[in-house]
């Protein structure tokens, strides 16, 4: 924590990321959502939680900043590429593959383990057994660094200016109802 920062921003620990990774699973959930309402003119729940979050979209907006940052400041493997002509594809060759590790590890699972296709892409070219395909993946790389410079350190410095004891409050409540929602939808797997 740097000395200048006030009381009421604390840095960021483990609940505050929790809170960061919920937001913007929120935010993912209604993209997608209305995506695809403007798509087909349908409501469509998307996602397998019933509360609104799709946490593929939070995983892997956090994993990429882990591991690339944002495109302006570079992150775990990037920090030492200064230049923004060598950072900038590497930036979205990460964010081109984070992703699409993250639909094919996830889409695999729920086929695999239950017979369940979260999304198809089989119908799209270059498809990888229909979890993932080139078209979406190269749309994720270039979403993802728009929102990583343009969307993500707003959303992220003002979760950091709230009070550590809400946000504690706030991400331990989400926790729980996140925990029982995934129970519930899980169970109904299997009833």
């Keep these: 924590m740097e000395k200048t920062e006030s009381k009421t921003t604390q840095g960021y620990g483990l609940s505050r990321y929790f809170l960061l990774t919920m937001t913007l699973s929120l935010l993912g959930w209604a993209f997608e959502t209305t995506f695809v309402f403007v798509v ?3 409501w469509t729940d998307r996602g397998f939680m019933t509360l609104p979050f799709c946490p593929i979209y939070g995983c892997s907006l956090v ?7 944002t495109p302006d400041e570079g992150g775990l493997l990037l ?20 992703p699409s590790l993250a639909e094919l590890s ?8 239950f017979g369940i296709w979260l999304w198809s ?5 270059f498809n990888l057994n229909g979890y993932v395909c080139l078209p979406i993946s190269l749309a ?3 979403l993802i660094f728009f929102f990583m410079k343009f969307l993500f350190p707003p959303i992220k410095n003002a979760l950091g200016k709230l009070p550590r004891a809400f946000v504690r409050i706030v991400a331990i409540t989400l926790f729980i109802a996140v925990a029982i929602d995934l129970i519930y939808n899980f169970l109904l797997l299997f009833s």
């Excluded at 994993?63 to 940052?69: E, H, S």
């Excluded at 996830?106 to 383990?113: E, H, L, M, S």
């Design 40 to 42: 087909t003119h349908r």
């Design 63 to 69: 994993a990429a900043y882990f591991l690339v940052g």
């Design 79 to 98: 920090k030492k590429v200064e230049n923004p002509v060598f950072r900038y594809p590497l930036y979205l060759l990460a964010a081109f593959v984070i």
């Design 106 to 113: 996830v889409g695999f699972f729920f086929d695999k383990a």
């Design 121 to 125: 892409y089989a119908a799209q070219p």
């Design 140 to 142: 994720w790389a270039a």
